[in-house]
């Protein structure tokens, strides 16, 4: 009846599962030099066609998935943006020491005053001052509005007294920390959005230092948070229905299981909504709960972190109930009865008997749940409200409302780093081949 | 209940009050689910029970928000394109997935389970991860905002579960049919579809079933890569959630639960099958 199925042997013997024993013959018959030619180009005929049928889809995961992973992963340390707007000045600026708090020569000045120029007349120095902007708030309207001006002046007049041109127009120009972060900002390799996803940034000598405001820590820290509570909830909730359909009649497990598998089956989206029917002010349990006069005030519920637990858990049930409900089945009733008949107490033989034999269905539950969960997006974003939210969808939010594309790869690149994590722990411990739907 | 004439009385209310926590579970799983059908006739543009719906008033129920998805141009744009894209997905996964399935049960397969860990992999990869990634690269290679693309994509997140179903389904299976039928004199073509294929159908379908949920029930990489053109019903839902709420969001859930019903059902009956051809029944 079980979508996933992982029984208890499966998982102590997945240890030496996934390796292929060469095949030993157990008659020790002698074989001719020809004959063991021809063994051996049989084997590897064999070989070359189990390798073709797994290449074409090996092909497609590897183009259609693992590239685009990989992609978002080099981006998020590449970042040529700036380089590209700006190569000369950037080339002329590699031979200035930051750190003698004396600005760059006029010549290096005169460079960037053309550049910016150039950048004004293309229309691009908005993307510029963008960028030094991210590294350095405040910049923004000073590039803005120095490459306006800039447009009027004549190009032979910039190339040779540029310098004088840009500190006439903006004072600015003579700091030190400003020339300091154009510098930092033109280097196509970066480690500085994974500083920023872990809260952290280069001081003035280049040294990491933490942030002030922590935001991405605490995500990450209340994501994990939600995740864990999830897995909890989804265990003590789960762990009664799942014991009590595997020792039910088979009839009976077999007709409350469509209960379970029917919401599985229903789209993520229509149990959204559901819980939105449910949640909401003026919905059903409020008006439930004002009906019994049990409250007289509505109760904010949606759009609370209460909302996005309560969906999730909803959701994620039955990854939990599934696998312990198949390690369960496995589980010969007669220790606990034995346990019981030589004298133990029911509530201690049932916790030091029963409970660890279901550890099996309760670890690959909670590793799958916790999986999930941690990477959730849609139900938080629809249920959440803004104490709701999780990792996924701050990511979601860099690719969409700030489009700053690299600082959301360097978060997913860490999320990722955490999930592959877990899935190295289940394909160690259960065994990614071990699992089983329909 | 039946108990044995050995159990004390606490042993008794124990097992009547873990009956009493198992239904109370199977009512909040099934709860949700139930709660949206009656609220999707509601008359009123509201998501809650109004006074006539509860007194039974057959005024109060209406079938306006049924009427309003056949009525409107969006809603029949997303279903069509909810189908579209998720059989063009499944005939790409279940072939793909299939084959490879075949491959990797074979012994003689190097790297077996490197292999199954990585094209098990879109599974696991949270979807938003997958969608920026896919949104990076599509756009590069021009298949953002195409039918194409989010065919790929929906394919690509589909075919670990044909794997997974077509694995289970060859674990029974006996390799000396595969050989005997070629000693006989059959093509490998011939091989495959009068032997293989027989055996593991039941698998293929489910698989193919699983493959189209997938696709189907996807909104994340369709937030992200469809355009205008391409959104699918999910997506229809997600913006109706977040802009105006209206009960034909609940209209259209209550249709999507009718179809996760009968695939239920499909997936059941197929897998009752697929056991006894396991066992030798058939």
């Avoid at chain 1, 390799?189 to 405001?213: C, E, M, N, Q, W």
Wanted: aromatic share 10%; net charge positive.
């Amino acid at each position: 009846m079980s979508q996933i199925e992982l029984t208890a042997d499966q998982m102590v013997n997945t240890a030496g599962a996934g390796q292929v024993a060469p095949a030993q013959s157990s008659d020790q018959t002698i074989l001719t030099a020809a004959e063991a030619a021809q063994a051996r180009k049989n084997e590897r005929r064999r070989k070359t066609v189990a390798c073709l049928f797994v290449t074409p889809l090996l092909l497609f995961v590897l183009i259609a998935f693992i590239a685009p992973i990989g992609t978002m992963l080099y981006r998020s340390v590449y970042h040529p943006t700036v380089s590209q707007l700006i190569p000369d000045t950037l080339q002329s600026l590699s031979g200035w020491d930051d750190s003698t708090g004396i600005r760059p020569e006029d010549a290096v000045l005169n460079i960037f005053s053309l550049e910016l120029q150039r950048l004004a007349k293309e229309r691009k120095a908005g993307k510029l001052a963008e960028e030094i902007n991210r590294a350095r708030p405040g910049s923004s309207s000073l590039i803005k509005s120095t490459a306006r001006k800039l447009k009027k002046i004549d190009r032979n007049e910039l190339a040779t007294g540029g310098a004088d041109q840009l500190l006439a127009l903006k004072p600015q120009w003579q700091e030190v920390e400003l020339w300091r972060v154009i510098k930092r900002s033109g280097a196509p390799f970066t480690d500085k959005f994974y500083l920023t996803a872990l809260d952290l940034s280069r001081d003035k000598a280049g040294d990491i230092v933490p942030r002030d405001t922590r935001i991405y820590l605490q995500l990450y820290w209340k994501s994990l948070k939600i995740a864990l509570l999830i897995t909890v909830l989804t265990a003590i909730i789960g762990f009664p229905l799942s014991y009590y359909l595997a020792n039910a009649p088979a009839k009976t497990a077999n007709t409350l299981m469509v209960f379970v598998l029917l919401p599985f089956w229903t789209s993520l989206l229509v149990r959204t909504t559901s819980w939105i029917a449910l949640l909401q002010t003026n919905g059903v349990v409020n008006s439930f709960l004002q009906w019994t006069h049990i409250i007289t005030e509505p109760i904010e519920m949606l759009y609370t972190q209460f909302s996005t637990v309560i969906a999730m858990t909803h959701i994620l049930l039955p990854f939990m109930i599934l696998p312990l409900y198949s390690v369960m089945k496995g589980i010969d009733p007669s220790y606990f009865r034995a346990a019981l008949s030589l004298g133990a107490k029911p509530i201690p033989a049932f916790i030091r008997i029963y409970m660890p034999m279901t550890l099996p269905g309760i670890s690959a539950g909670a590793l799958l749940v916790f999986i999930i969960s941690i990477g959730y997006y849609i139900t938080p974003a629809l249920v959440g409200g803004t104490d709701g939210q999780m990792i996924s969808n701050i990511i979601a939010f860099h690719m969409q409302s700030s489009n700053n594309w690299e600082l959301a790869a360097a978060l997913g690149s860490l999320l990722l780093g955490l999930i592959m994590l877990l899935y190295w722990v289940y394909d160690r411990t259960v065994g990614v081949s071990n699992i089983k739907l329909g | 209940m039946n108990f044995p004439k050995y159990f004390t009385i606490w042993q008794k209310l124990g097992m009547h009050s873990l009956r009493l926590t198992a239904w109370l579970v199977l009512v909040f799983l099934m709860l949700p689910i139930l709660v949206i059908i009656p609220l999707s006739f509601n008359a009123e543009p509201y998501f809650t029970f109004t006074q006539g719906m509860l007194a039974l008033d057959p005024d109060a129920y209406s079938l306006k928000w049924y009427e309003e998805i056949i009525n409107d141009d969006k809603w029949i744009l997303a279903i069509k394109n909810s189908f579209y894209i998720g059989l063009c997905a499944t005939v790409l996964a279940t072939v793909l997935g299939t084959l490879a399935a075949i491959g990797l049960s074979n012994p003689v397969m190097p790297l077996q389970r490197m292999i199954m860990a990585m094209l098990l992999s879109p599974m696991i990869v949270p979807l938003i991860i997958t969608a920026a990634g896919m949104y990076f690269f599509y756009t590069q290679l021009g298949l953002a905002g195409t039918y194409l693309g989010v065919i790929i994509a929906h394919a690509a997140l589909g075919t670990p579960f044909v794997i997974i179903t077509v694995n289970a389904a060859l674990s029974g299976f006996d390799y000396s049919l595969m050989r005997a039928s070629l000693g006989l004199g059959a093509t490998p073509i011939q091989t495959f579809f009068k032997v293989i294929m027989p055996l593991i159908r039941p698998g293929v379908i489910s698989g193919a079933l699983f493959a189209f949920v997938t696709s189907f029930d996807e909104v994340v990489v369709i937030l992200f890569m469809a355009g205008p053109e391409q959104r699918t019903i999910p997506r229809q839902m997600f913006s109706g959630l977040r802009e105006q709420i209206n009960p034909t969001i609940l209209a259209v859930a209550v249709l999507l639960v009718v179809i996760s019903a009968l695939m239920l059902m499909t997936i059941e009956y197929l897998r009752a099958r697929g056991e006894r051809i396991r066992s030798g029944e058939i």
